[in-house]
């Protein structure tokens, strides 16, 4: 069974521009998780998805962000337009619902912001 | 609010030696779970172990095990026979669950360093 993944491993964009981040959870996943480290400080979550529905979206931190899940299968970030502050690891997590309760997580996508 | 805290930035073990890395908690609700993540210096987020707030008996899995101490509030993980791929970040989360809500709240992390 393939784990989580997420794309790119790595992006390095200018304050101002606009990048999107992708997730696959794991098949048959109905919960997606995004959740964000800020170097040196605790992962934060951001939002939570059932399928496509936005089940709890009280992480994002303003507006810049916009995650979509379209047909409940992969998700993706995008912000626009990108601060320095937006820095750091962006995880993606997935679970199967919510008689388990293990999020397996991707790799996560290093975001720097120069 | 739900809170972890982990006041261990950093903690030294030599292979073949136990480690304990600390992990309090904070929460008002009587229903929740605890768990442990491995993150090495790859980058990937490792399930270890998990703890639910009514389990009797302190969880394990194979070198991992969790002592839980509900009135004391904390879920310290243990290492057993530290190996020298065990060296990663370890990150304790609790899981809160409401009817909007399903997320995990990280502690910032302890640095675990196995030297031979």
């Known amino acids: 069974e393939a784990g989580v993944t997420q794309f790119p491993s790595h992006s390095v964009i200018e304050k101002g521009q606009t990048v999107t981040l992708r997730c696959d959870p794991i098949s048959g996943h109905d919960n997606l998780y995004w959740y964000r480290r800020v170097m040196g400080k605790e992962i934060k979550f951001l939002l939570h998805f059932v399928k496509e529905s936005k089940q709890d979206e009280s992480g994002m931190p303003n507006n810049r962000f916009l995650a979509e899940r379209t047909g409940g299968t992969y998700s993706t970030l995008k912000v626009q337009p990108a601060e320095l502050e937006d820095s750091g690891v962006y995880f993606c997590a997935s679970s199967h619902g919510k008689g388990t309760y293990e999020q397996y997580f991707g790799p996560g996508t290093r975001l720097t912001v120069t | 609010a739900q809170k972890i805290t982990q006041t261990q930035p950093g903690m030294f073990v030599q292979e073949k030696e136990a480690v304990t890395l600390d992990c309090t908690y904070d929460t008002s609700d009587p229903s929740y779970g605890l768990f442990w993540y491995k993150q090495p210096s790859s980058g990937e987020m490792i399930f270890l172990i998990y703890?639910?707030?009514?389990?009797?008996q302190n969880a394990t899995e194979g070198r991992y095990s969790l002592n839980f101490q509900k009135a004391r509030k904390s879920a310290n993980l243990v290492i057993s026979a530290s190996q020298l791929g065990d060296s990663a970040m370890y990150f304790c989360a609790m899981r809160e669950m409401a009817y909007n809500t399903d997320k995990l709240i990280f502690g910032t992390g302890t640095r675990l360093q196995v030297f031979p």
């Open positions: 703890q639910g707030s009514y389990d009797q």
